[in-house]
């Protein structure tokens, strides 16, 4: 039998998914059930929004959950580096393979001309795709486009008539035309790989032998297999997951829901309840619904993974963690956790050169920082409007402090008050009409401690979640509304 050797490799472009743990559980129950190996590799060839601190959060995040790697950027292995943009020389090197052995190519195709060609396939209600328009030049024309510096990425010639095989662990084989699938950009024109070059390359060179990530990848394959086979290896094995459910059926997200790991730690879950939660949306109790990763990956049957997809109840999630506190913690343990989650001096240090000030006995703390610890709060309606102000416009100035907050780079009080000064100006509001409603929806009351000072303390997945809770109580937006909102904040 093959070595097992399964991956997980994120994108540090942002908090970790609830998602991205999910695979990762069913990676690491894969890999002990058959005394295999579990990579961490990092895909940071995203330029623009890669950042250290996220790729940190990510190791941080599956430390937490106890989803511990044999191989990663940290502790090292034998098929090293573990970062993309480390191994950008190998992705050339095989991409220039690709376009020697006549299954890649050139394609100086502007982005004016593929904005024109997709406005057109659009208005005849065409397949929107590329059209091969750099297929077929004449090396010659090539060379001397390349000689005089045109910018150029590397395209896979994918066939266009016929159908693709995908076999899956969990499914029947699946057929996929070739005629719906494009000629794939492997490499842009920076030099930096796309994601499907990278990840073919990288899970070949890595040995991996079992691919399990979410289903949305199905329609992705194809070319992936094209690629396994232009270089005459042979493809891992796939398990596509179901995917996780927002309440609607729609896939979950954060317009809708706290979907990163961060949000759950920081709310007070706790990890086991978080993956045993996880297990469930995908895989029937073990005996009872609470059970360990290790009991998942003693009796693990891929067979028995429900491919419906499941709803993300947060409800369900509470009862769990309800029962892992009151059934799996001694009261000395549960002191402890609470010490190590957010009840120690650090943290309640950070509350006092702000609150110091607002007190007059030490009864006043505990009531005054409450909402620091609470995993939601209830503000009125009434309190989040401000004087001649409208419920409907106010969610919508909450809609936009959330996307001018999901862009502070340094989450402290001067990011926090730099994104709110963006968000008056656009709305050519006075800076208290945006801070007023703020202060309600972070702390649930009309007054409390300094805005900017306890956003930088809720930290930005809290904070995020409660103006999204304001906007609910104040009626919400709708798709429509947030899409032409957003093109008008974006601007």
Same mark, same amino acid.
């Given at each position: 039998?093959?070595?097992?050797?399964?991956?997980?490799?994120?994108?540090?472009?942002?908090?970790?998914?609830?998602?991205?743990?999910?695979?990762?559980?069913?990676?690491?129950?894969?890999?002990?059930?058959?005394?295999?190996?579990?990579?961490?590799?990092?895909?940071?060839?995203?330029?623009?929004?890669?950042?250290?601190?996220?790729?940190?959060?990510?190791?941080?995040?599956?430390?937490?959950?106890?989803?511990?790697?044999?191989?990663?950027?940290?502790?090292? #292995?034998?098929? #090293?580096?573990?970062?993309?943009?480390?191994?950008?020389?190998?992705?050339?090197?095989?991409?220039?393979?690709?376009?020697?052995?006549?299954?890649?190519?050139?394609?100086?195709?502007?982005?004016?001309?593929?904005?024109?060609?997709?406005?057109?396939?659009?208005?005849?209600?065409?397949?929107?795709?590329?059209?091969?328009?750099?297929?077929?030049?004449?090396?010659?024309?090539?060379?001397?486009?390349?000689?005089?510096?045109?910018?150029?990425?590397?395209?896979?010639?994918?066939?266009?008539?016929?159908?693709?095989?995908?076999?899956?662990?969990?499914?029947?084989?699946?057929?996929?035309?070739?005629?719906?699938?494009?000629?794939?950009?492997?490499?842009? !024109?920076?030099?930096?790989?796309?994601?499907?070059?990278?990840?073919?390359?990288? @899970?070949? &060179?890595?040995?991996?032998?079992?691919?399990?990530?979410?289903?949305?990848?199905?329609?992705?394959?194809?070319?992936? &297999?094209?690629?396994?086979?232009?270089?005459?290896?042979?493809?891992?094995?796939?398990?596509?997951?179901?995917?996780?459910?927002?309440?609607?059926? !729609?896939?979950? !997200?954060?317009?809708?829901?706290?979907?990163?790991?961060?949000?759950?730690?920081?709310?007070?879950?706790?990890?086991?309840?978080?993956?045993?939660?996880?297990?469930?949306?995908?895989?029937?109790?073990?005996?009872?619904?609470?059970?360990?990763?290790?009991?998942?990956?003693?009796?693990?049957?891929?067979?028995?993974?429900?491919?419906? #997809?499941?709803?993300?109840?947060?409800?369900?999630?509470?009862?769990?963690?309800?029962?892992?506190?009151?059934?799996?913690?001694?009261?000395?343990?549960?002191?402890?956790?609470?010490?190590?989650?957010?009840?120690? @001096?650090?943290?309640?240090?950070?509350? &006092?050169?702000?609150?110091?000030?607002? &007190?007059?006995?030490?009864?006043?703390?505990?009531?005054?920082?409450?909402?620091?610890?609470?995993?939601?709060?209830?503000?009125?309606?009434?309190?989040?409007?401000?004087?001649?102000?409208?419920?409907?416009?106010?969610?919508?100035?909450?809609?936009?402090?959330?996307?001018?907050?999901?862009?502070?780079?340094?989450?402290?009080?001067?990011?926090?008050?730099?994104?709110?000064?963006?968000?008056?100006?656009?709305?050519?509001?006075?800076?208290?009409?945006?801070?007023?409603?703020?202060?309600?929806?972070?702390?649930?009351?009309?007054?409390?401690?300094?805005?900017?000072?306890?956003?930088?303390?809720?930290?930005?997945?809290?904070?995020?979640?409660?103006?999204?809770?304001?906007?609910?109580?104040?009626?919400?937006?709708?798709?429509?509304?947030?899409?032409?909102?957003?093109?008008?904040?974006?601007?």
């Amino acid at each position: 039998m093959t070595d097992v050797r399964v991956r997980i490799a994120p994108s540090p472009t942002g908090p970790m998914h609830v998602g991205t743990a999910y695979q990762a559980l069913f990676d690491w129950v894969w890999a002990r059930q058959n005394d295999g190996q579990f990579v961490l590799r990092i895909e940071d060839t995203d330029q623009a929004r890669s950042q250290k601190k996220y790729e940190d959060e990510l190791m941080q995040s599956l430390r937490w959950l106890g989803l511990a790697w044999d191989e990663g950027p940290d502790v090292g #292995g034998p098929y #090293g580096p573990y970062r993309q943009s480390e191994r950008l020389s190998i992705y050339a090197e095989y991409a220039a393979k690709l376009v020697a052995s006549g299954h890649a190519y050139p394609c100086f195709c502007t982005s004016e001309r593929l904005a024109a060609l997709r406005k057109e396939q659009q208005e005849r209600k065409e397949h929107v795709g590329y059209d091969g328009h750099c297929r077929d030049l004449a090396t010659k024309e090539v060379e001397a486009k390349i000689q005089a510096g045109c910018a150029h990425v590397i395209r896979l010639e994918m066939p266009k008539e016929g159908a693709c095989i995908v076999e899956d662990i969990l499914r029947e084989p699946i057929s996929l035309e070739w005629g719906n699938v494009d000629d794939q950009v492997l490499m842009k !024109s920076d030099g930096f790989p796309t994601y499907h070059l990278a990840v073919v390359v990288d @899970d070949h &060179l890595m040995q991996i032998s079992h691919v399990i990530r979410g289903e949305e990848w199905i329609t992705s394959t194809p070319k992936h &297999l094209m690629l396994y086979e232009a270089f005459g290896w042979t493809p891992p094995t796939y398990m596509h997951l179901p995917l996780l459910l927002n309440p609607d059926g !729609s896939k979950m !997200s954060k317009r809708r829901n706290p979907t990163s790991v961060e949000y759950y730690r920081r709310a007070g879950y706790v990890p086991q309840a978080l993956l045993n939660y996880l297990a469930l949306m995908a895989y029937p109790p073990i005996g009872d619904e609470k059970f360990t990763v290790e009991q998942l990956a003693e009796h693990f049957d891929p067979a028995k993974i429900n491919l419906g #997809g499941s709803i993300f109840d947060i409800d369900k999630l509470g009862w769990l963690n309800g029962r892992y506190l009151r059934e799996e913690r001694t009261p000395e343990a549960l002191l402890a956790e609470l010490k190590g989650w957010l009840l120690n @001096d650090e943290y309640v240090g950070q509350m &006092l050169p702000f609150m110091q000030q607002r &007190l007059e006995t030490l009864g006043d703390f505990v009531p005054r920082v409450a909402f620091f610890f609470a995993r939601q709060v209830e503000p009125e309606a009434e309190d989040l409007v401000p004087k001649k102000r409208e419920a409907a416009e106010v969610a919508r100035m909450l809609q936009t402090a959330v996307w001018a907050l999901d862009e502070v780079v340094e989450w402290d009080k001067d990011g926090v008050a730099e994104a709110v000064r963006r968000v008056a100006a656009h709305w050519e509001w006075p800076v208290r009409d945006v801070t007023v409603p703020l202060i309600v929806a972070l702390t649930g009351e009309r007054v409390g401690p300094p805005l900017f000072e306890s956003a930088a303390l809720l930290g930005p997945e809290l904070t995020r979640m409660r103006l999204l809770d304001a906007m609910k109580v104040l009626g919400g937006l709708s798709k429509k509304q947030a899409s032409r909102l957003e093109k008008g904040w974006r601007r």
